[in-house]
């Protein structure tokens, strides 16, 4: 591609083309059985290119075009003369840290059809009723991602990956498994989980508590992902160099209880600017270990990328490389949520909380979550409220966390198709509810 290029735009520039291809197929069963599928599939070619500024700095143009025959010289072109214009317009030039890894990584199987996603939604409807759990919405998804990226500095990378789900809906609420197969399902752990939400749902209806003081609570994963999809923001290096998180300053330092973990595992094998990927451990027994960055933005830190680079189009017209996480999670502990909750004398359940996308101030840590919940006495649940919102801030919360469970709930956050946040329940000292 280098030599293309340079023969047509001389040897000064800098092009990067990255290509995503994502594609899933789906099944959906409802609780008497009836099915409808469909296949989605989406190629976009994003491109960025620039002329030099000085050292490792450009004044960099960006295009993106769907489909399958994408002329790469073109879309170039279109970025180069994007770029000849903010150059002209005196435009501060980007700081560029482009990667020169060669990367290939094929995925681990094939793409399934739809026979064999129908046989895994009976194995899990089949042994959701050998627990008790009928009456279930089942939707299977084989969602698979190619990510593959080239540019004049060498790089030439490309990753795929083919990721198995199963959607779950009883009673309203919704469940989420993931894995590359069946196999690694951990049914047991979800099904222990149901039975808590079904008897914490079962008591019956409370006023919304009037106390102003803080008590101990448990916030069940559902209530932690949705603070999860808004706090990994606290963590991004470019926040940590400008100071607009929390947890400022703290990087080795502990932030949160020595039994909180939370850590960002990779999907794919390369990200959006072609660096490889590895997991980063955030925080490790309560202490701050690693940011959520770009290229450039780690290097800036002495850091080594984790490949976080990623793409949001599909929900903001922005073809922009930005900060995404894969899959974030606070690692799993050994008690069991009920028993977290029997060791309340006084206290609550969360049971979800709303809002995730605004509720909650990344550069402050400052949450005010609408939520829903059930009074607990004497390690029992006695009335379910709704209509109050929790408040607090991250760091606090942190600090104050004293037990995580088994089991993980997942979520799935719209902004793209590889980012999970996944949280098991966990009992904090105390929290904060209003009206």
Not at 337 to 355: L, W
Request: charged share 25%; aromatic share 6%; hydrophobic share 40%.
């Amino acid at each position: 591609m280098k030599t293309e290029l340079e023969k047509r735009f001389g040897e000064n520039i800098f092009a990067e083309i990255n290509r995503e291809v994502q594609r899933k197929r789906s099944l959906r069963q409802d609780a008497d059985g009836r099915e409808s599928g469909s296949l989605k599939t989406q190629t976009v070619t994003y491109v960025r290119a620039g002329y030099p500024a000085g050292e490792n700095r450009f004044y960099m143009g960006q295009a993106a075009l769907e489909g399958d025959a994408v002329d790469d010289i073109a879309a170039v072109a279109e970025a180069l003369a994007i770029a000849r214009e903010l150059r002209e317009e005196g435009v501060v030039p980007e700081t560029v840290d482009p990667s020169t890894e060669t990367i290939v990584q094929e995925a681990a199987r094939d793409w399934m059809e739809l026979g064999a996603i129908r046989e895994v939604l009976a194995r899990v409807r089949a042994f959701l009723a050998s627990e008790g759990f009928e009456k279930v919405s089942l939707t299977g998804e084989d969602a698979a991602w190619q990510s593959e990226t080239v540019n004049t500095c060498g790089a030439h990378t490309r990753s795929k990956r083919c990721v198995l789900r199963v959607h779950i809906v009883r009673e309203g609420r919704d469940y989420l498994l993931s894995g590359d197969s069946f196999e690694e399902f951990d049914l047991r752990e979800l099904c222990a989980l149901m039975q808590v939400e079904d008897e914490l749902a079962a008591c019956p209806s409370c006023p919304a508590p009037e106390s102003d003081e803080s008590l101990p609570a448990v916030l069940m994963g559902r209530a932690m992902t949705r603070l999860l999809m808004t706090a990994w923001q606290s963590f991004e290096a470019s926040a940590y160099l400008s100071g607009s998180t929390p947890f400022k300053g703290k990087l080795g330092e502990r932030i949160a209880a020595p039994v909180l973990s939370l850590k960002d595992v990779p999907v794919l094998a390369c990200d959006a600017e072609g660096t490889r990927t590895s997991e980063s451990v955030l925080v490790e027994d309560g202490v701050m270990k690693d940011l959520l960055g770009l290229r450039s933005e780690m290097a800036g830190l002495g850091f080594v990328p984790r490949g976080n680079a990623g793409r949001t189009a599909s929900l903001v017209k922005s073809y922009s490389l930005r900060v995404v996480p894969r899959v974030l999670m606070i690692e799993e502990g050994e008690a069991s949520a009920e028993a977290m909750i029997r060791t309340i004398k006084r206290g609550y359940v969360i049971t979800e909380a709303f809002d995730q996308f605004h509720a909650l101030d990344p550069a402050s840590g400052v949450f005010h979550f609408p939520c829903r919940g059930v009074t607990i006495a004497d390690g029992k649940a006695v009335g379910k409220f709704e209509e109050i919102t929790l408040e607090g801030n991250l760091a606090e919360l942190f600090a104050s966390v004293e037990a995580v469970a088994k089991g993980l709930h997942r979520e799935l956050l719209t902004i793209t198709e590889t980012f999970t946040v996944a949280s098991p329940a966990v009992k904090v000292s105390g929290i904060h509810l209003s009206h």
